[in-house]
Protein backbone atom coordinates (compact mmCIF):
# COMPACT_ATOMS: atom_id res chain seq x y z
CA UNK A 1 0.00 0.00 0.00
CA UNK A 2 0.81 3.64 -0.76
CA UNK A 3 2.47 4.80 2.47
CA UNK A 4 1.99 8.60 2.00
CA UNK A 5 2.65 9.89 5.67
CA UNK A 6 5.50 7.28 6.96
CA UNK A 7 6.37 9.66 10.47
CA UNK A 8 2.49 9.88 11.17
CA UNK A 9 -0.15 7.62 12.76
CA UNK A 10 -3.41 9.20 12.15
CA UNK A 11 -5.88 8.64 15.24
CA UNK A 12 -9.30 10.40 16.13
CA UNK A 13 -11.32 11.91 13.43
CA UNK A 14 -11.63 15.55 14.67
CA UNK A 15 -13.96 16.43 11.52
CA UNK A 16 -15.58 15.82 8.48
CA UNK A 17 -15.81 19.06 5.01
CA UNK A 18 -16.66 18.84 1.71
CA UNK A 19 -13.91 17.47 0.51
CA UNK A 20 -12.80 15.59 2.90
CA UNK A 21 -11.82 14.83 6.47
CA UNK A 22 -9.71 15.93 9.24
CA UNK A 23 -7.35 13.67 12.42
CA UNK A 24 -5.26 14.41 15.14
CA UNK A 25 -2.36 12.28 13.99
CA UNK A 26 1.12 11.91 15.81
CA UNK A 27 4.25 12.66 15.02
CA UNK A 28 6.53 9.57 15.37
CA UNK A 29 9.83 11.35 15.09
CA UNK A 30 8.97 14.33 17.24
CA UNK A 31 5.90 12.92 19.16
CA UNK A 32 4.29 16.32 17.84
CA UNK A 33 0.46 16.09 17.81
CA UNK A 34 -1.11 17.77 14.56
CA UNK A 35 -4.11 17.60 12.39
CA UNK A 36 -4.18 16.31 9.16
CA UNK A 37 -6.43 16.89 6.29
CA UNK A 38 -7.35 13.80 4.46
CA UNK A 39 -8.58 15.00 1.13
CA UNK A 40 -10.12 12.45 -1.35
CA UNK A 41 -8.72 13.06 -4.98
CA UNK A 42 -11.86 11.22 -6.35
CA UNK A 43 -13.80 13.97 -4.96
CA UNK A 44 -11.70 16.79 -6.82
CA UNK A 45 -11.85 17.51 -10.51
CA UNK A 46 -8.33 17.60 -12.13
CA UNK A 47 -8.39 20.94 -13.30
CA UNK A 48 -8.49 22.05 -9.64
CA UNK A 49 -5.39 20.34 -8.55
CA UNK A 50 -2.93 23.35 -9.91
CA UNK A 51 -5.19 26.08 -7.40
CA UNK A 52 -5.03 23.21 -4.21
CA UNK A 53 -1.64 23.49 -4.81
CA UNK A 54 -0.78 26.99 -5.07
CA UNK A 55 -2.72 27.12 -1.59
CA UNK A 56 -0.43 25.06 -0.49
CA UNK A 57 2.53 26.68 -1.46
CA UNK A 58 0.53 29.97 -0.13
CA UNK A 59 0.17 27.89 3.37
CA UNK A 60 3.81 27.47 3.73
CA UNK A 61 4.96 31.28 3.77
CA UNK A 62 2.50 32.30 6.29
CA UNK A 63 3.52 32.71 10.11
CA UNK A 64 1.88 34.53 12.69
CA UNK A 65 0.40 34.02 16.07
CA UNK A 66 -3.38 33.80 14.91
CA UNK A 67 -3.11 31.39 11.90
CA UNK A 68 -3.37 27.85 11.98
CA UNK A 69 0.54 26.87 11.03
CA UNK A 70 1.12 24.38 8.22
CA UNK A 71 3.46 21.64 8.66
CA UNK A 72 3.74 20.11 5.31
CA UNK A 73 1.80 17.95 2.75
CA UNK A 74 2.35 14.38 1.18
CA UNK A 75 0.42 12.36 -1.30
CA UNK A 76 -0.41 9.04 -3.00
CA UNK A 77 -2.90 8.13 -5.64
CA UNK A 78 -6.02 8.31 -3.59
CA UNK A 79 -5.61 11.49 -1.47
CA UNK A 80 -3.63 14.54 -0.53
CA UNK A 81 -2.50 14.99 3.35
CA UNK A 82 -1.72 18.27 4.47
CA UNK A 83 -0.40 18.73 7.95
CA UNK A 84 -1.55 21.24 10.31
CA UNK A 85 -0.94 22.61 13.55
CA UNK A 86 -2.94 21.13 16.14
CA UNK A 87 -5.37 23.54 18.05
CA UNK A 88 -6.47 21.36 21.19
CA UNK A 89 -9.63 23.61 22.05
CA UNK A 90 -11.04 22.65 18.15
CA UNK A 91 -13.01 25.62 16.72
CA UNK A 92 -15.27 28.08 18.63
CA UNK A 93 -18.55 26.42 17.04
CA UNK A 94 -17.66 23.82 18.95
CA UNK A 95 -16.91 25.67 22.00
CA UNK A 96 -19.69 27.39 21.67
CA UNK A 97 -22.18 24.74 21.45
CA UNK A 98 -20.07 22.74 24.36
CA UNK A 99 -20.31 25.85 26.86
CA UNK A 100 -22.86 28.42 25.91
CA UNK A 101 -22.52 31.71 25.30
CA UNK A 102 -18.90 33.61 25.90
CA UNK A 103 -18.63 36.65 27.86
CA UNK A 104 -18.69 40.04 26.41
CA UNK A 105 -14.96 40.54 27.56
CA UNK A 106 -14.31 36.86 25.87
CA UNK A 107 -15.91 37.64 22.41
CA UNK A 108 -13.61 41.16 22.55
CA UNK A 109 -10.29 39.12 22.75
CA UNK A 110 -11.34 36.41 20.33
CA UNK A 111 -12.36 38.85 17.87
CA UNK A 112 -9.20 40.89 18.19
CA UNK A 113 -7.26 37.64 17.66
CA UNK A 114 -8.94 36.91 14.75
CA UNK A 115 -8.69 40.28 12.83
CA UNK A 116 -4.90 40.10 13.67
CA UNK A 117 -4.89 37.24 11.66
CA UNK A 118 -7.24 38.53 8.85
CA UNK A 119 -4.72 41.88 8.71
CA UNK A 120 -1.52 39.73 8.06
CA UNK A 121 -3.86 37.66 5.84
CA UNK A 122 -4.43 41.23 3.62
CA UNK A 123 -0.96 41.84 4.12
CA UNK A 124 0.45 39.13 2.67
CA UNK A 125 -2.32 39.34 -0.28
CA UNK A 126 -4.71 36.51 1.03
CA UNK A 127 -8.09 36.88 1.44
CA UNK A 128 -9.51 34.33 3.69
CA UNK A 129 -13.31 34.07 1.99
CA UNK A 130 -15.01 31.49 4.27
CA UNK A 131 -14.40 32.85 8.29
CA UNK A 132 -16.98 31.24 10.48
CA UNK A 133 -17.01 29.43 13.90
CA UNK A 134 -16.32 26.23 12.14
CA UNK A 135 -12.77 27.75 11.04
CA UNK A 136 -11.81 29.51 13.55
CA UNK A 137 -9.70 27.58 16.29
CA UNK A 138 -8.73 27.94 19.77
CA UNK A 139 -5.21 26.28 21.39
CA UNK A 140 -5.33 25.33 25.39
CA UNK A 141 -4.06 28.54 26.32
CA UNK A 142 -6.48 30.40 25.05
CA UNK A 143 -4.95 31.79 21.60
CA UNK A 144 -7.19 32.14 18.57
CA UNK A 145 -6.10 30.86 14.74
CA UNK A 146 -7.71 31.00 11.90
CA UNK A 147 -8.12 28.24 9.24
Known amino acids: MDQPLPHYKLGEKLGQGSFGSVYRALNWT??????????????????????IMSEIDLLKNLNHPNIVQYRGYSANSTHLYIVLEYCENGSLHAIVKKFGRFPESLVALYVLQVLQG??????????????KGSNILANKEGGIKCE
Open 30 to 51: TGETVAVKQIGLANIPKSDLPD
Open 118 to 131: LVYLHDQGVIHRDI
